[in-house]
């Protein structure tokens, strides 16, 4: 077994597939490709997958991200049209300069660097304003009360690795501490929280895999994950984000999206009532090459 080694859990019968990221006595650290997972195995129970062959639940997962992705866009479109009929019915001739877009502007603090690079270059894809920091989780807090100042972000993700821990005794799901991660994420988000109250000023997306939902929505987070204690999708958070970036400050985000429509679904994310962070300017910004000034200072 190798670093970088694609394979999957044969207890688990091949549902996921991972990554080796390292390789000790008898055990593998391995990570999710697609999904937020970090764990430990037996070196005993991995199965080499032939690159670029994946497990059934990786394909569903992968398909699912495209869907989702196609559906966005369209929304996109629909939106931009929505918004030109309202603009000519309420700004009337002035409309017809058009208008330019200022969607939210996210911040990202991701504990993969790996699903931080894919979230980065999701984020360009769908031209959303984006700054993206790679911070172990533990270290969240402190990276957002240093960040939020200069960034002054209208959306902030806080995403990484999580999941409950296994214990020889029964665990219990209403304590942080049978999660791997939850109490930083709930550290960052209470941090977020005191840089600004307004669940409307500020959006906050927290979580991963597994994550104590019900703490970081009561710790301040618009959405989380996980309500059902599900694996997530490495780019449910990007999702999220982008569906509250251009969401009008007018409406607010359409929960039925969020909750059915992200890669995860409805187990994997929920959420509290939010307004969108996006805006429009008129009329539409020129092209700078092609216009004529005639200077006017020394």
């Known amino acids: 077994m190798n670093l970088g080694d694609l394979v999957v859990r044969r207890s688990y019968g091949g549902d996921i597939t991972f990554r080796v990221e390292d390789v000790r006595t008898h055990t593998a650290v391995i990570k999710g490709t697609d999904f937020r997972l970090l764990a430990d195995a037996p070196l005993a129970d991995l199965v080499r997958a032939a690159h670029p062959a994946m497990s059934e639940r990786t394909k569903l997962a992968q398909i699912k991200a495209n869907e989702s992705l196609t559906r966005l866009k369209q929304e996109r479109q629909q939106q ?18 058009g208008y330019f877009d200022v969607p939210g502007k996210v911040l990202h603090l991701d504990g993969d660097p790996m699903y931080l690079k894919k979230s980065m270059a999701l984020y360009q894809q769908l031209r959303v304003p ?20 200069r960034v002054r972000p209208d959306i902030v993700v806080i995403t990484g690795h999580d999941g409950v821990l296994k214990r020889p005794q029964p665990y219990d799901l209403y304590s ?40 970081l929505v009561q710790s301040g987070a618009n959405f989380a994950s996980s309500p059902g204690r599900v694996l997530i999708h490495a780019l449910d958070p990007v999702y999220v984000a982008a569906k509250a970036a251009y969401t009008s400050v007018r409406e607010t985000i359409n929960m039925n999206d969020v909750l059915h429509n992200t890669i995860s679904g409805s187990q994997g994310v929920g959420g509290i009532e939010t307004r969108g962070s996006h805006r429009i300017g008129l009329p539409g910004l020129h092209d700078l090459s092609t216009l004529k000034v005639t200077p006017s200072v020394s």
Not at 80 to 97: F, I, Y
Not at 130 to 149: I, K, Q, T, W, Y
Not at 179 to 200: C, G, P
């Open 176 to 215: 942080l501490e049978s999660y791997k991660n939850s109490y930083s994420f709930v550290k960052a988000i209470q941090t977020a929280r005191q840089y600004e109250r307004n669940l409307d000023a500020l959006i906050v997306i927290a979580g991963a895999c597994q994550s104590h939902f019900e703490a």
């Open 130 to 149: 984006a700054e993206g920091h790679h911070v172990h989780e533990s270290a969240m807090a402190d990276a957002l009360f240093r960040l939020l100042p």
């Open 80 to 97: 931009s049209e929505r918004r030109m009929a309202h603009l000519r019915d309420e700004w009337g001739q002035n409309s017809d300069k």
